[in-house]
């Protein structure tokens, strides 16, 4: 069993819910989804984390009033063989962390760097991370999430399972300071790194959760039931 804590401040925490169950079908691996509200829910029994994409102010606000982004640091100093997986927002909450913490990713980061809501693109990207294939998988009802959000239909068959494109949706996404990138560039955007793992985190300017296509996700569990 991985037990994934999911940080419900702000933005697509539902989709990356959905995406995790998926996985874990696609893997075969039973997996517990925690619903992060609280710092006191962030604990040592916990495998992994996700930091969804959103709106990187609003989850800091979001997160005075129980402390859990607090709580999620003090986790990840004290667990960094775990691996967290963090997307857009997320990556800047990972890159940027508060003022009692060094970066968890080594890279610079500049918010808003593409440009405006309406400068939001899809592009094709590619991909050099090890990641597990997945049998296909059908979601029943009540594994969806419950606002019912439908992901970007690009699940890739099987047999594309190891290709190394992934469909990538950038909504007024952050940019990775190129030349201040001091860990893995693993995703690329033509010259451009757009994914980055530092050791069991794995940081993505991009929202994989809003595509069918659950490699990430996979990633996540399979380091998970794999780690200290
Ligand atoms: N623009 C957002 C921020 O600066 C990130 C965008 C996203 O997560 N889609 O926090």
Not at 16 to 39: N, P, R, W, Y
Not at 148 to 167: D, R, T, Y
């Amino acid at each position: 069993m991985v037990r994934v804590g999911l940080a419900m401040l702000q933005g697509a925490r539902y989709e990356h819910a959905e995406a995790t169950k998926a996985a874990s079908l696609q893997l075969g691996v039973d997996v517990e989804i925690i619903h992060l509200k609280m710092g006191k829910q962030v604990n040592a029994e916990l495998d992994c984390l996700i930091l969804p994409g959103g709106e990187s102010t609003a989850m800091r606000k979001a997160s005075q009033s129980e402390s859990l982004l607090e709580a999620i640091y003090a986790w990840m100093s004290e667990h960094p063989t775990r691996p967290v997986l963090g997307t857009c927002a997320g990556a800047i909450l990972l890159a940027q962390p508060d003022s009692a913490h060094e970066p968890f990713i080594r890279t610079g980061i500049s918010r808003n760097a593409w440009g405006r809501q309406r400068d939001s693109f899809e592009a094709m990207l590619e991909v050099s991370l090890e990641v597990p294939a997945g049998k296909d998988v059908e979601l029943n009802a009540d594994e969806r999430n419950q606002f019912n959000h439908q992901p970007l239909p690009v699940q890739p068959s099987a047999s594309e399972s190891s290709a190394k494109q992934f469909h990538g949706v950038f909504i007024r996404a952050p940019r990775f300071e190129q030349s201040s990138i001091e860990c893995n560039p693993i995703v690329s955007l033509g010259e451009e790194t757009v994914g980055v793992l530092d050791g069991a985190r794995l940081a993505l300017t991009f929202h994989p959760e809003l595509t069918g296509d659950y490699r990430f996700h996979r990633w996540l569990l399979h380091r998970a039931s794999n780690a200290d």
